[in-house]
């Protein structure tokens, strides 16, 4: 795990929205916050949505 901090996108990108004066800290908490609860919204309407037709399972797929 804590390679992983290393190299985690996530964190990167806080580090340097931090270190550039782009947010503050309470600003990308809030930003996170915000992103998790739009993420649990947008699961719980896609799980009350039928699965779509198997006949349509190709559709708009490009394969050469």
Known sequence: VEEWKKVCPIL???????KEAVLK???F???EQDTQQE???LIERV?????PDAKTLLR????P
């Open 25 to 27: 800290e309470g600003e």
């Open 47 to 51: 799980r009350g949505e039928a699965f």
């Open 39 to 41: 993420m649990k919204q």
């Open 12 to 18: 990167l990108l806080r580090e340097f929205l931090l």
């Open 60 to 63: 708009h797929v490009y394969a």
């Open 29 to 31: 908490e809030r930003w």
